[in-house]
């Protein structure tokens, strides 16, 4: 796999009268997987939020991504899905993916309600990522 950074400041440009400024740091990260890895199970986590400001379109938009997502992955890839509101839950454990319909039926239930606490969101979704990531390429 090759993984590439890229920098980016919001102003390369520095003051050398200022007594201190500061800087905005954008890091893009990318990766394309070789030829060697195209083999390797994925594993793969979708952290989603439900909370109520993505009531409508935005959480229709969601399932929708998700649910194509789902269709692509190959067999033996790994999948789990976290959903957050005020709260986070494991939706989908982390498992060998057999029944794609399953699983979006189970993502499809998802309502929006609640606050926003996208940081036990990304822990949980974390620490189920964990769960299998034994010879796979782990995604959050």
């Known amino acids: 796999m090759k993984v590439s950074l890229l920098p980016v400041l919001n102003d390369p440009n520095l003051d050398a009268a200022a007594p201190s400024t500061q ?6 990260v990318s990766a394309t997987a070789s030829s060697i890895d195209s083999s390797v199970p994925l594993n793969l ?13 935005p959480l229709e938009t969601v399932k929708q991504a998700a649910g194509r997502l789902l269709d692509r992955l190959k067999p033996g890839d790994r999948f ?5 509101d005020h709260k986070a839950k494991v939706l989908v454990p982390n498992q060998i ?10 993502i499809e239930q998802l309502r929006s309600a609640g606050g926003t606490a996208i940081d036990e969101g990304i822990k949980l979704g974390i620490e189920e990522l964990g769960k299998g990531k034994k010879e796979a390429i782990s995604q959050a």
Do not use: E
């Not at 993916?97 to 189970?106: A, L």
């Open 23 to 28: 800087r905005q740091l954008a890091i893009s």
């Open 45 to 57: 986590c979708l952290i989603l939020d439900h909370s109520g400001s993505m009531g409508g379109r």
């Open 80 to 84: 789990c899905a976290v959903a957050f």
């Open 97 to 106: 993916v057999g029944d794609p319909s399953s699983i979006k039926r189970q």
